[in-house]
């Protein structure tokens, strides 16, 4: 009975010391610090619109000037395309200064709202269209991707 409360406690001792930090490892964070970076260096890492792109088991998500869409495995971050905003602007006769929200119709095209209209962009045709526009005094906008029918208010 003895010997099984000694190795208990040595078990207990030995994975206590293992779940504790190198003292090196250990960052001491200011109040001020963890107010004043949390926007910014203490931000968690995500991705800017992540999207399932259809028919497929791939992701899509903007790079950080929101000027690319990168499409590539969920599991691994090399891209398997890039898709640049001057060509989706020369294509659609455009000057966006960054990619809006996009939703995909399917495994090559999507689509996205810019001021008073919708557009998709094709990507192995590398071409794209002007699916409707409608009042600019529109507000509450909802799309029907299916049917190309927009209701408003």
């Given at each position: 009975?003895?010997?099984?409360?000694?190795?208990?406690?040595?078990?207990?001792?030995?994975?206590?010391?293992?779940?504790?930090?190198?003292?090196?490892?250990?960052?001491?964070?200011?109040?001020?610090?963890?107010?004043?970076?949390?926007?910014s260096?203490?931000?968690?890492?995500?991705?800017?619109?992540?999207?399932?792109?259809?028919?497929?088991?791939?992701?899509?998500?903007?790079?950080?000037?929101?000027d690319?869409?990168?499409?590539?495995?969920?599991?691994?971050?090399?891209?398997?395309?890039?898709?640049?905003?001057?060509?989706?602007?020369?294509?659609?006769?455009?000057?966006?200064?960054?990619?809006?929200?996009?939703?995909?119709?399917?495994?090559?095209?999507?689509?996205?709202?810019?001021?008073?209209?919708?557009?998709?962009?094709?990507?192995?045709?590398?071409?794209?269209d002007?699916?409707?526009?409608?009042s600019?005094?529109?507000?509450?906008?909802?799309?029907?991707?299916?049917?190309?029918?927009?209701?408003?208010?």
């Open positions: 009975m003895k010997k099984l409360f000694v190795y208990s406690i040595l078990c207990v001792l030995t994975i206590s010391v293992y779940a504790q930090p190198s003292a090196g490892g250990k960052k001491v964070l200011s109040l001020e610090d963890a107010i004043l970076r949390q926007f260096e203490l931000r968690p890492k995500s991705l800017s619109g992540l999207k399932w792109v259809k028919e497929t088991g791939q992701i899509s998500y903007f790079n950080d000037q929101r690319e869409i990168i499409v590539s495995l969920p599991n691994t971050r090399k891209p398997d395309t890039r898709i640049e905003l001057f060509r989706v602007n020369e294509s659609l006769n455009l000057a966006m200064k960054r990619f809006p929200a996009i939703n995909w119709l399917n495994a090559n095209t999507f689509y996205f709202q810019h001021k008073n209209a919708f557009y998709k962009y094709d990507l192995s045709a590398r071409k794209g002007m699916l409707l526009s409608f600019e005094r529109a507000t509450a906008t909802d799309y029907n991707e299916v049917a190309n029918h927009l209701a408003y208010t």
